[in-house]
């Protein structure tokens, strides 16, 4: 029997990486529930799909990752839609719409939206409005697209789902309850000594106890700075490593959870107000925002609180809700209702009106100001303790392209061995203030011992072993050669078999096969300077008989003119070529998500216009796009930014 619909209810599901397509999904909810519906906002895998039909309308907001993937947390959701058993009326009597976020630079863009976007119509459910397609690469960010899309969203729930006569949507400037607070609760156990600075430059010795979900204790074995001093930018070599037997493959990710830092946490708390109540036991309790008479409460916004044993204020502001990031609009209008000064009130309004979109790009996203910053200059508004868990959002972990492979992925003893290349983020913005990347401080200051929880996720590149070993183009600017890295050592683990069944089928053993042919590699590496940043430029060397590399640099500012990874494939035509098509060779492609990406597309483009070394004459123009597109069709060109 289908479940019986709650009364003008909604549920709007997400999947998400970075957070983006929750934050979406949360102020889609409020949406809602500003015209009286009973809302849910929830991870696409808390929810069956059978259970959609008992809700009158149903939103869905996914992020689109790796290559063309869905979200971690809305796998197990788009499983279950794909089993063949299920019928094709499976999700009649569903109205539903759809927002997607993506970026322009990647081949597929916004996939995971409209695969879901087919597959539900497939299952019969009922389209209301026309899917949406946000990307980060536009000039006002998601916003941009979303804002529209949502304004337009509305005024088709109004007029398909009528209020009754004489209710009025909520307004704006009326708070909506929070739907998780703070309230006091027993005894605080456990404390956080602090440890003496006994390396230069590292100054914690952290070990991270928080009940992470799906993650494992690895310890910190190096934090070692491989660019010079003086250089613009400080790249480390960070080597982590677990007792735990687990196995990894190029292009795969270590998910890491910063924390923030005590002098931040410590100036919120003096700006707010919360020094008497900062180190008091609390917990986290359902509000008046959770709709238990309908049977409807809201996930909390931390759910492994429960098990952390010594909860208190400043310890959720350091470990868990990120104070330093860039605020999205609900943001302004929920600090809106703390303040009584007429104009900061008015002042964080004008953030949250659609018509001034331009001034709230200007004043966040544009000079990267943070949280903390806002309510710095925003210093009338003083929210109450209680209410911090539905106002600041939760830290997330960020992702690191694993560099280690083949021999590296174990040390000498036998534990597992993760190894990372990550740029420390720290750069001025144009209002000449210095910003940091949250994660990346926070890596950059551990001593080694440090322990960390730490999440090993599937990346989007899955180079089969045929590709590793057969021939492939690798193109990584910069901190881009972390996976390439992985996947020229797995090569290198690949030979090293390979040789070793060639001796036992030259010492008469039967059972050894030749089954494997390496092929040649051609790595394109970028950077500024090769005195600087020419990362692993030693292991080139030494892999390059191994695993017939060649290796192709482009550092830009070596010369009077920039030279980039484009314009080495332009000075190199015929051997690309010779393996991307005579051989049918793959590209792995990884780095910045600016504007290299296309600029290699285009070069490669131009590659297979340009034909052989021979008199073999090149593709057309829409043959050369078409092959490009082709090799996309067949995994052979994979991309992987940031």
């Known amino acids: 029997m289908p479940e019986a619909k709650h009364p003008r209810s909604a549920v709007i599901l997400y999947g998400t990486e970075t957070g983006n397509a929750q934050d979406v999904a949360e102020e889609l909810g409020s949406m809602a529930e500003r015209l009286h519906f009973t809302t849910l906002v929830s991870e696409m895998n808390n929810f069956q799909a059978e259970s959609l039909s008992s809700y009158t309308v149903v939103l869905f907001v996914v992020s689109t990752t790796g290559q063309g993937d869905l979200p971690g947390n809305a796998r197990k959701f788009w499983r279950t839609l794909l089993l063949k058993s299920l019928p094709p009326t499976l999700l009649d009597g569903v109205d539903f719409a759809l927002f997607g976020l993506g970026d322009t630079s990647y081949p597929k863009f916004n996939w995971a939206g409209k695969k879901l976007h087919k597959r539900l119509l497939q299952l019969g459910a009922n389209e209301i409005y026309p899917m949406g397609e946000a990307d980060q690469r536009h000039p006002e960010g998601l916003e941009g697209m979303f804002i529209p899309w949502a304004t337009d969203f509305r005024k088709l729930l109004l007029d398909r789902y009528p209020l009754s006569e004489g209710e009025y949507p909520i307004p704006d400037d009326v708070q909506l309850p929070p739907k998780w607070i703070l309230q006091e609760s027993g005894t605080v156990t456990g404390d956080t000594a602090a440890v003496a600075d006994s390396f230069p430059g590292l100054h914690h010795l952290d070990h991270d106890v928080r009940p992470l979900p799906d993650t494992f204790t690895a310890t910190l074995v190096q934090n070692k700075r491989v660019t010079p001093i003086k250089h613009w930018q400080d790249v480390r070599h960070i080597c982590l490593t677990t007792p735990e037997a687990l196995s990894y493959e190029p292009g795969d990710i270590v998910c890491i959870t910063p924390k923030n830092f005590a002098d931040d946490v410590q100036a919120l708390i003096n700006l707010m107000c919360w020094n008497e109540q900062a180190d008091k036991p609390v917990c986290l309790v359902p509000g008046k925002g959770s709709d238990t008479a309908n049977s409807i409460l809201h996930s909390p916004p931390i759910p492994e609180l429960a098990s952390y044993p010594r909860l ?331």
Request: net charge neutral; with cysteine; glycine share 6%.
């Open 312 to 642: 208190t204020l400043r310890a959720l502001l350091t470990d868990y809700l990120d104070i330093k990031s860039i605020p999205r609009r609900s943001f302004f209008s929920a600090i809106s209702h703390y303040t009584n000064d007429t104009m900061q009130k008015e002042r964080l309004l004008e953030f949250v009106n659609p018509e001034y979109i331009d001034e709230f790009w200007d004043y966040t996203t544009r000079p990267r100001r943070s949280i903390l910053e806002v309510l710095e200059e925003f210093h009338t508004v003083k929210i109450p303790w209680e209410h911090v868990p539905s106002l600041f959002p939760v830290i997330r972990a960020r992702q690191f392209s694993i560099a280690s492979g083949g021999e590296l992925t174990r040390t000498a003893t036998g534990e597992t061995n993760f190894e990372l290349l990550i740029a420390i983020v720290k750069y001025q913005t144009v209002i000449k203030r210095i910003r940091q990347g949250v994660c990346t401080r926070y890596l950059s200051s551990l001593q080694p011992g440090s322990t960390l929880r730490v999440q090993l996720q599937r990346g989007g590149l899955n180079p089969s072993v045929s590709q590793i070993a057969g021939p492939t183009v690798l193109v990584g600017p910069g901190t881009g050669i972390a996976p390439l890295r992985s996947v020229l050592w797995q090569k290198a683990a690949l030979v090293t078999a390979y040789r070793h069944r060639q001796r036992q089928q030259q010492q008469g053993n039967p059972d050894a096969t030749q089954q494997l042919q390496i092929a040649p590699t051609i790595l394109l590496f970028g950077g500024r300077n090769r005195t600087a940043d020419f990362f692993f430029e030693d292991e080139w060397t030494q892999l390059a008989p191994l695993v017939n590399l060649v290796v192709f640099t482009a550092f830009s500012r070596d010369q009077r003119g920039k030279v980039y990874v484009q314009d080495r494939i332009r000075e190199n035509f015929a051997p690309l070529f010779q393996m991307l098509y005579d051989l049918h060779g793959s590209v792995i492609l990884c780095g910045s998500s600016g504007r290299m990406p296309q600029a290699v597309r285009e070069a490669l483009i131009e590659c297979f216009q340009y034909g052989a070394e021979t008199e073999e004459e090149g593709l057309s123009r829409q043959e050369a796009e078409e092959y490009l597109m082709e090799m996309e069709r067949d995994g052979r060109y994979k991309q992987e930014t940031w």
